[in-house]
């Protein structure tokens, strides 16, 4: 157990100082950003208590909000991902699997994890981006910013995946 927690605590650092110097200030057509330290939460177990998923995510979001000086949006975002990723997670595995495994293209498959990667992250942009934005006015820009950061961050989730080692 304590071993779990510090390597979850090696990985929250290494993801948020790579997101907070690297990605961050990556913004492509003035649209698209990727947020790679999402992977985290993606890829912790299935069973993970909700209230553990609530504070890594707010964690995460509150630390990235922290270095990037925005008024806590990434920690609303982060935080919506972490209470509706066990939903998305059950909808896109096999029923009657009691199994807790960390969810990836070895356990669900690539059309399972991919589906369940981009749900998560459409929910994650839409809202980062309606708060950001703060307003519905602008649609096409909400829904350009949405699409292109999704796309961004699946790519860079699909590179990762195809590196990683089969448990």
Not at 65 to 93: H, M, S, V
Not at 124 to 145: K, M, N, R
Request: charged share 10%.
């Amino acid at each position: 157990m304590t071993r779990d927690l510090f390597i979850r605590i090696r990985n929250f650092a290494i993801l948020a100082l790579v997101q907070a110097l690297i990605f961050s200030q990556i913004h492509l057509f003035g649209y698209a950003t990727a947020h790679i330290y999402l992977i985290f939460l993606l890829k912790l177990p299935r069973f993970t208590s909700r209230n553990e998923l609530l504070l890594w995510g707010f964690l995460f979001g509150l630390v990235i909000d922290i270095f990037g000086n925005t008024p806590g949006i990434n920690a609303c975002a982060a935080t919506a991902l972490a209470f509706a990723r066990n939903y998305f997670l059950d909808a896109f595995t096999q029923k009657g699997n009691a199994d807790d495994f960390v969810p990836s293209v070895h356990t669900i498959g690539w059309s399972g994890y991919t589906t369940y990667a981009l749900f998560n992250l459409l929910l994650f942009y839409f809202v980062l981006y309606l708060l950001e934005l703060f307003t519905i006015q602008y649609p096409v820009t909400l829904l350009i910013s949405v699409a292109g950061s999704t796309i961004l961050t699946m790519l860079f989730t699909m590179v990762l995946e195809c590196f990683t080692r089969k448990k």
